[in-house]
């Protein structure tokens, strides 16, 4: 008795969590259903699935939107801003949580109040700068802007790991005669390797998926980042569906695939840095 109505009680929850399932897979489950038909049927039929798939999308799609350059220089934004990422704010992160610098409350205040502005507020003054530099128009001026843009929660969250870990271990390594670069590479990061990965995940997909940023500061087509290279793709071709479904596919496989696979870990790293500030 008392479990029939608890299993009525629930059962609000599993419609609400259905019709979340249907809104967040159904326009996925329609992009790629595009992505495999022709434009007649694609006319014909445009929320059902494909009747005569057809893979000619796929080849058109990657040479007019050149995303071999695209994609490449994508993942090399990728690489660099996650790398640059992981290391500095690893020892910024290490520094705030175990050092005890002076005025980190100041600093800690700081970045949390930057992070929390738009970042159109610094876009004149930063593209001023980075044409006085020449930074415009190249792939490092864009990996800085992004490694600049993502470090106060990279910090935030690593810091947020760090605290957690007993001042035990680091004791003892230190009574072995490590110093703190030894401390840090052998005890922390070994300890911490959750949370990098969670940074290195968030900040990658983020920096795949930019493309307002690159918009502005960059203007060369063979630059463009393969957001960018979709925006300008659709712009171009918004009317063959067909084409722009495949292209969307092409550019959120990659993401889609490496989350997939990456997911409980991320989902863990993220609720382990939750538990203390």
């Not at 995303?67 to 090399?76: D, L, M």
């Not at 703190?180 to 995940?201: A, C, D, N, Q, Y």
Request: proline share 6%.
């Amino acid at each position: 008795m008392f479990g029939s109505r608890r299993a009525d009680s629930l059962v609000p929850n599993y419609v609400i969590l259905l019709l979340l399932v249907v809104f967040t897979i159904g326009p996925l489950v329609v992009l790629v259903s595009n992505a495999f038909k022709s434009p007649q049927e694609l006319i014909a039929n445009p929320l059902g699935l494909p009747m005569r798939p057809t893979l000619a999308n796929f080849p058109e799609a990657w040479r007019v939107g050149e995303f071999a350059t695209t994609i490449g220089n994508s993942v090399f934004l990728v690489v660099t801003t996650v790398f640059v990422e992981l290391v500095l704010t690893g020892l910024a992160a290490y520094s705030l949580a175990r050092l005890n610098p002076p005025g980190q409350n100041g600093f800690m205040g700081y970045m949390l109040v930057g992070s929390t502005l738009p970042i159109w507020l610094f876009l004149v003054p930063l593209f001023y700068m980075w044409s006085k530099m020449g930074l415009t128009n190249t792939l490092y001026g864009l990996a800085i802007l992004y490694v600049a843009f993502n470090a106060p929660f990279a910090t935030f969250l690593l810091r947020a790991f760090m605290v957690q870990i007993p001042r035990d271990f680091e004791d003892a390594a230190r009574v072995d005669g490590a110093n703190e670069v030894s401390v840090f590479t052998r005890v922390i990061l070994p300890l911490t390797w959750p949370g990098f990965l969670t940074v290195g995940l968030v900040v990658g997909l983020g920096v795949w998926n930019e493309f307002q940023t690159a918009l502005i500061f960059t203007s060369n087509p063979k630059l463009f980042p393969v957001a960018l290279s979709y925006y300008k793709f659709t712009s171009r071709f918004g009317r063959d569906w067909s084409l722009t479904s495949a292209a969307a596919f092409m550019m959120i496989a990659p993401v889609l695939i490496l989350f997939l696979a990456m997911q409980r870990r991320f989902i863990a790293g993220l609720s382990q840095g939750g538990i203390k500030g």
